[in-house]
């Protein structure tokens, strides 16, 4: 069974990078046709695609945050990250992995981690 | 950008009930949307994809219908673990553009 499991800095100062973690097991980030990304909530609020990377290492990002983010895969750790630059309170929240198949919805996604942008 | 509504933003209903939640995409998205469940302090949870594909696992009680701009989910009797919020998003099959809904949470009437 495939699991996602995020890990980085539960805090983070403002105008400093977010940086996350999501390790895969069950399966391999290199098989085919399968997109590996990230999904932000903040408290209480909507859920926001930050962007994904497809098997093939290309990245597509939202456009309100691609300036911000770069999202990276590492095959040789079944591993792929999350970099969200120049962060600010308003990019506090809970961030999710998430995998998607070309044709389906998000899933598995991880359990979820908070990360709060704080001095 | 598509934007994506949703409604009603809240609902409440007993058990056994039929529940039908609405989704509309500001342009056509074919039959690209998937549903989710989420609870609290939870990670969604996906229901339904392609529209009307139920998703392995997931009971037979939820369905999904609709295509272009305007989808339904459907709860054919409301059960007790069914009181939760629910999400629908939008996708394109060769340009991952994915937007969400806003959700509608479901509570005991």
């Known amino acids: 069974q495939l699991q996602l499991q995020e890990s980085g800095p539960g805090l983070v100062k403002p105008s400093e990078t977010l940086s996350l973690t999501c390790t895969v097991s069950?399966?391999?980030?290199?098989?085919?046709?399968?997109?590996w990304g990230w999904i932000r909530q903040p408290p209480g609020k909507d859920l926001e695609w930050i962007g994904s990377?497809?098997?093939?290492?290309?990245?597509y990002y939202n456009p309100s945050l691609k300036s911000r983010v770069t999202i990276f895969a590492d095959t040789s750790k079944n591993q792929f990250s999350l970099r969200l630059t120049s962060v600010t309170a308003a990019d506090t929240a809970v961030y999710y992995c998430?995998?998607?198949?070309?044709?389906?919805?998000?899933?598995?996604w991880g359990q979820g981690t908070l990360v709060t942008v704080s001095s | 950008d598509i934007q994506m509504t949703q409604s009603p933003s809240t609902l409440s209903a007993s058990v056994g009930d039929r529940v039908i939640i609405t989704c509309r995409a500001s342009?056509?998205?074919?039959?690209?949307l998937a549903w989710y469940q989420q609870k609290p302090g939870k990670a969604p949870n996906l229901l339904i994809y392609?529209?009307?594909s139920l998703e392995t696992g997931v009971p037979s009680r939820f369905s999904g219908s609709g295509s272009g701009t305007e989808f339904t989910l459907t709860i054919s009797s409301l059960q007790p673990d069914d009181f939760a919020t629910y999400y629908c998003?939008?996708?394109?099959?060769?340009?991952?553009?994915?937007?969400f809904g806003p959700g509608t949470k479901v509570d005991i009437k």
């Open positions: 998003q939008q996708y394109n099959s060769y340009s991952p553009g994915f937007t």
């Open positions: 342009q056509s998205i074919n039959s690209w």
């Open positions: 392609k529209a009307s």
């Open positions: 990377v497809f098997y093939s290492g290309t990245t």
């Open positions: 998430v995998r998607r198949p070309v044709g389906g919805g998000f899933d598995p």
């Open positions: 069950g399966g391999s980030i290199s098989s085919s046709g399968y997109y």
